[in-house]
């Protein structure tokens, strides 16, 4: 069973920055699609970054400029780095994977448990 683990969640004040990562472990095959979305309170979840592993990226507008997608296809991790940080990016932020290209969130064949991002002075 394929499992996705995210890690680098934190507090920052706003302009700062942070790195998530995600690791899915449980499979020696290459993921296809791998992602974040993110979810703040009392708001629905949504996409912030996808990649497949041709290399193609989507951003959400919010965050065009600001995140960087990235991602290790030989070990199946996917990393989004986060600068110029705003207090409107607070949100639990939740790793995603899937094994063909997906065209929106139901598409996704695993989630991780999702990690804390604050940002806040």
């Known amino acids: 069973q394929v499992q996705l683990v995210e890690s680098g969640g934190g507090l920052v004040q706003p302009g700062g920055s942070l790195r998530l990562s995600c690791a899915a472990s449980?499979?020696?095959?290459?993921?296809?699609?791998m992602g974040w979305y993110r979810q703040a309170p009392g708001k629905q979840r949504e996409l912030v970054a996808t990649i497949i592993s041709g290399g193609s990226t989507n951003y959400a507008d919010s965050v065009k400029g600001r995140f960087t997608i990235s991602r290790a296809n030989a070990k199946n991790t996917v990393d989004l780095q986060m600068n110029n940080l705003k207090p409107e990016d607070t949100a639990v932020y939740y790793c995603a994977a899937a094994w063909r290209p997906v065209s929106s969130e139901s598409g996704y064949d695993y989630w991780g448990q999702g990690t804390q991002v604050t940002v806040s002075s």
């Open positions: 449980g499979t020696g095959f290459r993921l296809n699609a």
